[in-house]
T-cell receptor, first 114, second 114 residues
Framework: GQQLNQSPQSMFIQEGEDVSMNCTSS?????WLWYKQDPGEGPVLLIA?????ELTSNGRLTAQFGITRKDSFLNISASIPSDVGIYFC??????????????FGKGTKLSVKP | NAGVMQNPRHLVRRRGQEARLRCSPM?????VYWYRQLPEEGLKFMVY????????ESGMPKERFSAEFPKEGPSILRIQQVVRGDSAAYFC????????????FGSGTRLTVV
């Protein structure tokens, strides 16, 4: 099946640090979404991107839809303890699949540096 | 303004039993999507339904799994003769129409097969 390669798999953050994660694919997407999932909960939408090259911010979060339509990144600036959790990229294929059929990456787990 | 409601939150079944998972979409939403999440994995699309219609079941296993979204009442994901490999978190999302606008996830049902 279609795959999204999300990296890094996990990272440790110290309060105040900037964080970066990305997703790549060999397929073309017409939408990229970034979600955060807390333990025992469903994913919550952070940012949605609908056009190649689009750069969108939501508070301390910034995400971009890659110009090739095969990748996206998410940056978190000046991280705080409540940023801990699992972040997922998700996309809707440009070719094939019904609307609403999202493909998810495997997630990036953010933890606090010991 | 209730979000997407899933119940039960936790479900334990013995091998061979049936599991029925319920999803009530947000008010005004007539499109429902089911996803499965294995531990340490992203969500995998299973099925997309509108009232009384299955739109896309490309992610549903061919046997033992079925889904419905009747004219009245919640959407039901039914797993017959459960096996240990069915243990996972099952998430439902709903949207008001086709596409990703307003696409919202529930908190999931965690199925454990013993």
């Amino acid at each position: 099946g279609q795959q999204l390669n999300q990296s890094p798999q996990s990272m440790f953050i110290q309060e105040g640090e900037d964080v970066s994660m990305n997703c790549t694919s060999s397929s073309i997407f017409n939408t990229w979404l970034w979600y955060k999932q807390d333990p025992g909960e469903g994913p919550v939408l952070l940012i949605a991107l609908y056009k190649a090259g689009e750069l969108t911010s939501n508070g301390r979060l910034t995400a971009q839809f890659g110009i090739t339509r095969k990748d996206s990144f998410l940056n978190i600036s000046a991280s705080i303890p409540s940023d801990v959790g699992i972040y997922f990229c998700a996309g809707q294929l440009a070719d094939g699949g019904s609307q609403g059929n999202l493909i998810f990456g495997k997630g990036t787990k953010l933890s606090v540096k010991p | 303004n209730a979000g997407v409601m899933q119940n039960p939150r936790h479900l334990v079944r013995r091998r061979g039993q049936e599991a029925r998972l319920r999803c009530s979409p947000m008010k005004g939403h007539s499109h429902v999507y089911w996803y499965r999440q294995l531990p340490e994995e992203g969500l995998k699309f299973m099925v997309y339904l509108q009232k009384e219609n299955i739109i896309d079941e490309s992610g549903m296993p061919k046997e033992r799994f079925s889904a419905e979204f009747p004219k009245e009442g919640p959407s039901i994901l039914r797993i017959q003769q459960v096996v240990r490999g069915d243990s996972a978190a099952y998430f439902c999302a709903s949207s008001p129409g086709q596409g990703l606008h307003g696409y919202t996830f529930g908190s999931g049902t965690r199925l454990t097969v013993v």
